[in-house]
């Protein structure tokens, strides 16, 4: 079963993001609180623990979640394998997968340090279509 493994949130672009217990998700903004939330294409960040785990194996240790800036660390999908569109009901939200991956910014500290990143490749992107809260346990569907 898909699920959401975790809810992560920074008040400034550029860190890390900490676990919340639980996050509001707004139509045409994204994670309430959250930097990188607004009325763009990128209103929420979704990174699978799976991913996490290969960088964990190239010697980084064990990652907290929020440590690639996602805002939605979930497990038991293959998020970067979902076409853009998609549909993925959240929690109480719908949300719709608008890009896969990312560049990485210069001064990614994840890059410095293995000399790659997982979030260029893995991470996706959604528009909050439906709002509504999401935590830790709720489940992923894809809507057909």
């Given at each position: ?28 903004w ?18 699978g623990?799976?991913s ?20 939605l660390?979930?497990?038991?999908i ?5 076409p ?14 608008t ?10 500290a994840?890059?410095?340090k ?12 959604t ?6 809260w ?11």
């Amino acid at each position: 079963m898909a699920k959401v493994l975790a809810v992560n949130i920074s008040e400034k672009k550029g860190e890390q993001k900490h676990a919340i217990e639980k996050g509001y998700f707004a139509v045409e903004w994204g994670l309430k609180g959250d930097a990188h939330a607004g009325k763009w294409h990128r209103q929420v960040s979704l990174l699978g623990n799976e991913s996490i785990h290969k960088m964990e194996e190239m010697g980084l240790g064990k990652l907290a979640t929020g440590s690639f800036a996602e805002n939605l660390t979930t497990e038991g999908i293959i998020l970067f394998e979902l076409p853009v569109g998609t549909r993925l009901k959240v929690g109480e939200t719908l949300m719709k997968v608008t890009q896969i991956g990312k560049e990485c910014h210069a001064g990614c500290a994840i890059r410095q340090k293995t000399g790659d990143c997982i979030m260029p490749r893995e991470g996706i992107f959604t528009k909050v279509l439906t709002s509504g809260w999401v935590q830790a346990g709720d489940k992923i569907e894809i809507i057909g």
